[in-house]
């Protein structure tokens, strides 16, 4: 078995045809997975969380996953995770103390359980856990509180320093999700590079599933969709950067419609203030808590994806574009080239009249479109399920062997 990052895993075709099983990577193992935020958080975190679990119990079901959550998870949208065979939850005697059961107690819990590795699956470990004698893994998503502290509380910043310093310190090995967040681990913390390895992540299985023109017409009636629209998904905030967006639009065409889908915060209100100022309203049409299982179908029926962040851990929406079909463009200066591919258009966030270029090019010339589509579909089978299960398991044992 060649470790993870040589090509028999790098490849995309061999690894489609590649018939792995537990064995091919060892023993089979008892993994312990931190599971608050894949019980209870439903954005970027629990999406992870959940995406993680779920993938491992799939590829490597030999395995015990012993999830520790400090409540039961969300029936409605983790409650799936309980019915895997492989997959049990672990909760704390006193829900009540369910915080610090999770930063201090939870390590008697693991000796009980006898399990061979804990992975922390959003940015933390235990304290105290080295003493155990238990090995750990941490994923690290993004340093972006301390790149851009004005984004952050001054409290919410101490406490992200002191668990995500402790954590990358005292793990055995450390995920970083791009390559991005692994420069950022080295400078911050000053880790040494030999204790990280980037693995990606996958977005939702649905985002890769094919839709009926009959449930593409349905949705577009049930949100009053326009014909024609640029889309934007993720939370309205000052760091997301709508307004690149909303500015770029008075340069395009008038029959170009721009949907914006996400939690708004008090920046949403910036924007739309805007929006009314240079008689854009009728243009921009902002939506909330939309369903999972209908986000396909909106991406689907979109001109083009546009994702204006001024800096991301990775840009898993980007993936769910590409899954979908559309060209993408995105920001340059952090890790979105990572997530869009080089088929991708990027643009300074600074820059409204580039954007707004790069939306025409694409508009005009159905053939460069037709070729972003095609590449950004097979650049996105790099993220496969199976790939960074087989990754995941090939560091857990290397972890495993190494204790």
């Known amino acids: 078995?060649?470790?993870?990052?040589?090509?028999?895993?790098?490849?995309?075709?061999?690894?489609?045809?590649?018939?792995?099983?537990?064995?091919?990577?060892?023993?089979?193992?008892?993994?312990?997975?931190?599971?608050?935020?894949?019980?209870?958080?439903?954005?970027?975190?629990?999406?992870?969380?959940?995406?993680?679990?779920?993938?491992?119990?799939?590829?490597?079901?030999?395995?015990?996953?012993?999830?520790?959550s400090p409540r039961e998870p969300d029936q409605r949208r983790a409650g799936y995770l309980k019915d895997l065979p492989s997959v049990s939850f672990r909760h704390p005697r006193n829900?009540?103390?369910?915080?610090?059961?999770?930063?201090?107690?939870?390590?008697?819990?693991?000796?009980?359980?006898?399990?061979?590795?804990?992975?922390?699956?959003?940015?933390?470990?235990?304290?105290?856990?080295?003493?155990?004698?238990?090995?750990?893994?941490?994923?690290?998503?993004?340093?972006i509180f301390l790149r851009y502290p004005h984004y952050y509380p001054w409290l919410d910043r101490q406490l992200y320093e002191l668990k995500f310093k402790y954590a990358c310190r005292h793990a055995d090995q450390i995920?970083?999700?791009?390559?991005?967040?692994?420069?950022?681990?080295?400078?911050?913390f000053k880790i040494p590079e030999t204790r990280i390895e980037v693995i990606y992540q996958n977005c939702h299985e649905i985002f890769r599933q094919d839709v009926s023109k009959e449930y593409l017409q349905k949705l577009k009636e049930k949100y009053y969709l326009p014909d024609?629209?640029?889309?934007?998904?993720?939370?309205?905030?000052?760091?997301?950067?709508?307004?690149?967006?909303?500015?770029?639009?008075?340069?395009?065409?008038?029959?170009?419609?721009?949907?914006?889908?996400?939690?708004?915060?008090?920046?949403?209100?910036?924007?739309?203030?805007?929006?009314?100022?240079?008689?854009?309203?009728?243009?921009?049409?902002?939506?909330?808590?939309?369903p999972l299982q209908d986000l396909p179908a909106i991406y689907r029926q979109a001109e083009i994806f546009v994702y204006p962040s001024r800096f991301e851990g990775f840009g898993i929406p980007i993936i769910e574009a590409l899954h979908c079909r559309i060209?993408?463009?995105?920001?340059?200066?952090?890790?979105?080239?990572?997530?869009?591919?080089?088929?991708?258009?990027?643009?300074?966030?600074?820059?409204?009249?580039?954007?707004?270029?790069?939306?025409?090019v694409i508009l005009r010339d159905s053939t460069n479109r037709e070729k972003m589509v095609t590449e950004g579909t097979e650049y996105a089978k790099l993220f496969a399920d199976k790939l960074i299960a087989a990754k995941l398991m090939d560091l857990y044992q290397r972890i495993k062997q190494n204790a």
Not at 121 to 141: A, C, M, Q
Not at 175 to 188: N, R
Not at 329 to 358: F, H, K, M, R
């Open 1 to 68: 078995m060649k470790a993870a990052g040589s090509n028999e895993f790098e490849n995309t075709e061999s690894l489609k045809s590649a018939d792995f099983k537990l064995s091919d990577f060892g023993d089979s193992m008892t993994i312990g997975f931190d599971g608050k935020r894949a019980a209870q958080n439903f954005t970027g975190l629990g999406n992870y969380s959940r995406y993680i679990i779920e993938i491992m119990a799939k590829y490597f079901p030999g395995n015990k996953y012993m999830v520790y």
């Open 95 to 143: 829900s009540s103390f369910g915080s610090l059961w999770r930063t201090f107690g939870i390590t008697r819990d693991f000796k009980d359980d006898d399990i061979d590795i804990y992975h922390g699956l959003s940015n933390e470990i235990p304290f105290g856990i080295k003493r155990s004698g238990i090995s750990t893994v941490v994923t690290i998503h993004d340093l």
């Open 175 to 188: 995920i970083a999700i791009s390559e991005q967040t692994k420069k950022d681990i080295i400078t911050f």
């Open 228 to 290: 024609r629209y640029l889309l934007s998904v993720g939370t309205i905030e000052l760091r997301k950067n709508l307004m690149l967006i909303v500015k770029a639009l008075k340069h395009v065409q008038s029959d170009v419609h721009l949907v914006v889908i996400g939690k708004e915060t008090a920046y949403a209100k910036i924007v739309k203030r805007y929006i009314e100022e240079n008689d854009l309203s009728n243009r921009v049409h902002f939506y909330k808590n939309v």
């Open 327 to 360: 060209p993408v463009i995105a920001t340059s200066g952090s890790c979105l080239e990572e997530a869009g591919g080089p088929q991708s258009l990027y643009v300074n966030p600074d820059d409204d009249l580039a954007l707004s270029e790069a939306i025409k």
